[in-house]
């Protein structure tokens, strides 16, 4: 595997061992030795220490002294930390875009939440390759409700969630089916509250939803450890 772009190399080695970890393709608990890994992707040991650096900042990986890096367990307390921030985040970027904006700005959003939801229940069989688009696709509404809202803050802080809150995504589409269809139903619900320009609505959507997730992937860190 090649990388192009010297300039972002670290961050392209970020996103490619990132999203192996996101998948589970790299578990919890396993090291990534950087001599490995710069071989396996013709790059520098400086490049990927640079990246591992940047996986450390987004919690995806953590790096002790004489042992390297170790791919980060997901635990109850990491998992009620981030949700508790990411909800509200996301509560508020939906207050913001339906402050300022209403008819045909809003119609861009809603459209997209209505494809994603189409596209949810053609992938409703599920598979790492169904989560991976639904998850992007997800990411795609929100990048469009960044451009309406236009707060770079904002903005910059919803996308370092973003590699955390994928991983555990995948972590609930792996154990329950139904994710695919509640994630349908969520943008089916956030799409109705736009159309009818009930703020109030488009937050109880996102924090239903993500308190759903938060109590999915609880559950299944508390059965691995009864188990």
């Known amino acids: 595997m090649r990388f192009q772009a010297p300039e972002s190399l670290s961050e392209q080695i970020a996103q490619h061992l990132g999203q192996r970890i996101m998948t589970g393709e790299l578990r919890p608990g396993e090291r990534i030795q950087e001599l490995k890994v710069a071989g396996e992707l013709n790059v520098s040991r400086g490049s990927v220490r640079e990246a591992l650096l940047i996986l ?12 390297g890096a170790v791919v980060s367990r997901l635990t109850p307390e990491l998992v009620n930390s981030l949700y508790d921030i990411y909800i509200d985040l996301l509560c ?40 991976e688009r639904v998850i992007e696709a997800g990411f795609g509404v929100m990048r469009y409700a960044y451009t309406l809202v236009d707060n770079p803050f904002l903005e910059e802080t919803l996308e370092n969630f973003r590699p955390a809150i994928s991983r555990t995504y995948y972590v609930a589409l792996e154990n329950f089916r139904g994710e695919m269809s509640e994630t349908g139903r969520f943008f089916s619900d956030v799409a109705d509250a736009a159309v009818s320009g009930d703020a109030s609505r ?10 759903h997730q938060r109590n999915q992937v609880l559950i299944i860190l508390r059965e691995e450890v009864t188990a």
């Open 202 to 211: 488009v937050e109880t959507a996102i924090r239903r939803f993500g308190e």
């Open 56 to 67: 450390q900042r987004r919690h995806l990986i953590e790096i002790f002294p004489r042992r």
């Open 92 to 131: 508020m970027l939906g207050r913001k875009v339906m402050e300022r904006w209403s008819g045909p700005e809003l119609s861009g959003v809603i459209s997209q939440a209505r494809e994603l939801q189409a596209v949810t229940e053609a992938l409703n069989s599920g598979g790492k390759d169904a989560a």
